[in-house]
């Protein structure tokens, strides 16, 4: 089945605790990013990678940190988590962007940092 | 920067009325698209316009694209309970990614 799957789906930590999401999908896509959801704000982009070895910014960076060492994984990384971190975290991943693929998103990460 | 703006924000109908929600983009779009993440789940894609003035529909649900491809609008026909979420759009200018809007948030009341 193709799918994208994140672990874990439920996070609840401390600040300055460092922590990894892990985030793969199955169907060869090359693009993959990270969003975060908060009320009332919509899907902002985190980071996004548009092939292997390749990672950008996207709207709201500060505090994230990704790697993609490989073409189905895309961790997120939070070297020292804060509170206004807290968040619903959701990785996605589609075919070459630049034909405009639909984007296939997984389950869904809801961390919170207190 | 690219900017997408959607309203409303939120809609309450009543089952069985129309809903629809607009998406309007800062520049000119690429193609558009849509999503719609149900209560407790993540986005499920819907649906991409690509031409100026395109229509498509899918059963009760009715997705415009503007003429000069800065707006976009989704129409829902009789809304039933299973149309209950947030109804996103997301834009592309070129080679960029997708820029989300905020969503709108549709209750239906049975």
């Known amino acids: 089945e193709a799918q994208v799957t994140q672990n874990p789906r439920y996070l609840i930590t401390v600040t300055g605790k460092k922590l990894t999401v892990t985030c793969s999908q199955n169907?060869?896509?090359?693009?993959m990013s990270w969003y975060r959801q908060d009320p009332g704000l919509g899907l902002r982009q985190i980071y996004y990678s548009m092939n292997v070895e390749v990672t950008d910014k996207g709207d709201v960076p500060e505090g994230y940190k990704v790697s993609r060492k490989e073409k189905r994984n895309f961790p997120l990384i939070l070297e020292s988590p804060s509170p206004n971190q807290t968040s619903l975290y959701f990785c996605?991943?589609?075919?070459?962007?630049?034909?405009?693929?639909?984007?296939?998103f997984g389950p869904g990460t809801r961390l919170t940092v207190t | 920067g690219q900017q997408v703006m959607q309203i409303p924000q939120y809609q309450h109908v009543q089952e069985g009325e129309d809903f629809t929600t607009y998406c309007n983009s800062s520049t000119t779009l690429s193609n558009i698209q849509w999503y719609k993440q149900r209560p407790g789940g993540h986005p499920v894609f819907l649906i991409q316009?690509?031409?100026?003035?395109e229509v498509k529909k899918q059963k009760r649900l009715t997705f415009q694209f503007g003429e000069a491809k800065k707006n976009s609008s989704l129409h829902i026909t009789a809304t039933q309970t299973t149309d209950v979420g947030t109804y996103f759009c997301a834009g592309k200018e070129g080679n960029t990614p997708l820029v989300f809007g905020k969503g709108t948030r549709l209750s239906v009341i049975a």
């Open positions: 316009l690509v031409k100026s003035g």
């Open positions: 169907m060869n896509h090359e693009y």
């Open positions: 996605a991943s589609s075919a070459y962007p630049g034909q405009s693929y639909e984007q296939y």
